[in-house]
């Protein structure tokens, strides 16, 4: 019997390969005889960076960039060495992430993932996979543009702060200083949103809660980057800030689209890298998961993703993640033949936490003996 383990990770506990090695541990204490093999994907959000790199055996470079609090750090970003030349992978999260976000987010700014977009191009680095997921900004990539060379200016001529309050007394753009590098460039934004920029359904009305953004602040914010869109896409000669995707991590798809950026699903792209399904040809399971599977789950996350690549090689998938919504339960019943949650069962959330190895390999040892009695049941019914 053949296993195959491939979850995402478990933002803020563990990454994807500790995640899947715990899994493993418990899998194997209950079948010894079983073959495991440990996949960890991502979808465009935290870890993409650590999953490609493992996926490609790639070099893990670091740079000092402006974080959304405009603080210089030190991030870490990949190169990829292929045939066609290198790919450098940079993940928003690790710049301007959520986890080390404290400045109010009115004045939060994209400006560090254009600085290190702009390293890149220093070292020659033309092809680009940047995911998108985790970011706690929602200036509409005004700070990449600045970064890159796009300027920003009010009714004085002066410059602005490219963020969510600077925007307010926005006048014109001039795209005329923009990195001229960047024309030959091919850039691919890994996401799996694919909402617009603004509106009901963009990125400050949907995504902005998330971020810190208060109910009496949404309308304001909503207009002053409707504001920027429009002379945006006034260069661009169409509706950029339209497009499915302008909405992602603030805004940041919409920038890097203005760029001629080109938008795929994260997990798609992750699961090509890692061969998930030569993987699944000769796989008798997959296991898969999350920190939490909810409605966004359905969405196009990692763990649907890989189901559905699962479903298409005749594999049966398993759920397994810390938590599991009740709400979307049956849904997700639907996509895989058993769910299973580390908490409950006597498990708090505080507990999973606190301990998430111990007790995602006790799930795993739960799994393993389901899998175990479907077996046996499987061969006898053969008989």
Not at 75 to 80: A, C, S, T
Not at 157 to 170: C, D, M, N, T
Not at 201 to 218: E, I, L, N, R, Y
């Amino acid at each position: 019997m053949k296993i195959l383990i491939a979850p995402d990770s478990f933002k803020g506990t563990l990454s994807a390969l500790e995640a899947a090695r715990a899994i493993e541990v418990g899998i194997q204490r209950v079948l010894p005889d079983a073959i495991t093999q440990c996949l960890p994907l991502a979808d465009g959000g935290e870890g993409t960076l650590d999953v490609l790199l493992f996926a490609a055996q790639g070099e893990r470079k670091s740079a000092r960039v402006t974080d959304a609090n405009g603080d210089l750090i030190e991030v870490n970003y990949g190169l990829l060495t292929e045939a066609q030349g290198t790919i450098a992978v940079l993940e928003a999260a690790q710049v301007v992430g959520l986890a080390t976000a404290w400045i109010d987010v009115a004045e939060r700014t994209t400006r560090g993932l254009g600085e290190l977009l702009r390293q890149c191009l220093d070292q020659g680095v033309r092809r680009f996979l940047i995911g998108l997921g985790g970011s706690s900004t929602n200036d509409g990539g005004a700070g990449l543009l600045v970064a890159l060379g796009v300027q920003l200016l009010d009714a004085d001529g002066k410059a602005i702060e490219p963020s969510p309050r600077g925007l307010v007394v926005l006048d014109r753009v001039d795209f005329s200083t923009l990195d001229a590098r960047l024309a030959a460039c091919d850039i691919t934004v890994l996401t799996d949103v694919d909402h617009p920029l603004c509106g009901p359904a963009g990125a400050t009305v949907v995504f902005g809660p998330q971020k810190g953004v208060q109910a009496a602040q949404v309308a304001a914010f909503d207009a002053a980057i409707a504001h920027l869109a429009r002379l945006c896409d006034a260069w661009a000669g169409c509706a950029m800030s339209q497009q499915a995707g302008a909405g992602a991590a603030g805004g940041l798809g919409y920038a890097l689209m203005l760029l001629g950026a080109k938008r795929r699903p994260g997990a798609e792209v992750v699961c090509e890298w890692m061969q998930l399904d030569a993987r699944l040809r000769d796989a008798d399971w997959l296991i898969t998961g999350e920190g939490k599977s909810d409605a966004q789950t359905l969405h196009g996350k990692l763990p649907i993703v890989a189901a559905n690549h699962a479903q298409a090689a005749r594999v049966p998938a398993i759920l397994l993640s810390g938590v599991i919504e009740a709400e979307s339960r049956v849904l997700l019943e639907q996509k895989f033949v058993r769910c299973f949650s580390v908490v409950g069962e006597g498990v708090t959330v505080d507990g999973s936490l606190r301990d998430p190895t111990r007790w995602l390999t006790e799930r795993g040892e739960s799994v393993a003996n389901w899998i175990s009695r479907s077996y046996s049941s499987s061969e006898s019914s053969a008989e």
